[in-house]
């Protein structure tokens, strides 16, 4: 019987989460399996991982064929990078201690880089959330700017109206003053040349 370790589908439509299981590779894709390892959720940001690495190590050491996809799976979780060093161990290449420090150091490595990845996305993410924010302040900015300058110009425009109506009105009264006055002395002028 050809055992495959492969994912099986559940989760709601457009949705999916994975189950890591080990079945019959006659077996349909959702259908009976041997022995459930775990899980893989793809759809969150980083893709969430759970396994029983024990298990998955055992199955792979009695001949269960990973799937390509199960088979990065488990690259990620150091459980192909284990299956290799044990197999060192067996053909008496190095010693379980020597295969376990590596392991750690590895594991430790791949932990860092993995807190690395995930700082720099929140970082990005929160970068273009500040990005975002900064413009439709800008925005919001311009557009008061440009009511205050629109306000401004119509109480100036009010302003000069007012202005202009007051002076043609004080304007206007000294004229009628100097033609009062000139028109008075014009006729005096005349009647006495009379």
Not at 155 to 163: F, G, P, Q, S
Request: net charge neutral; proline share 4%.
């Amino acid at each position: 019987m050809a055992v495959k370790i492969r994912l099986a589908r559940k989760g709601r439509n457009k949705m999916p989460i994975y189950d890591i299981v080990v079945a019959d590779a006659r077996a349909p894709r959702d259908g009976k399996f041997i022995e459930k390892l775990g899980q893989y959720n793809p759809h969150a940001t980083p893709a969430i991982i759970t396994l029983k690495d024990d298990r998955a190590l055992y199955w792979l050491q009695v001949g269960a064929q990973p799937t390509d996809t199960t088979r990065k799976i488990l690259s990620v979780k150091g459980v192909m990078f284990k299956k290799h060093l044990q197999i060192g161990v067996d053909k008496g290449a190095v010693t379980q201690e020597q295969a376990d420090a590596r392991f750690e150091s590895w594991l430790a490595e791949k932990a860092q880089a993995r807190e690395q990845k995930i700082a720099k996305l929140n970082s990005a993410a929160s970068s273009v959330k500040s990005a975002a924010l900064d413009a439709e302040r800008k925005k919001k900015e311009d557009k008061e700017a440009a009511r205050k300058k629109i306000e401004d110009d119509l109480i100036a425009a009010a302003t000069a109206a007012d202005e202009a109506a007051a002076a043609p009105a004080e304007e206007s009264a000294p004229e009628a003053e100097v033609e009062a006055d000139t028109t008075s002395e014009a006729p005096a002028v005349e009647s006495t040349e009379e």
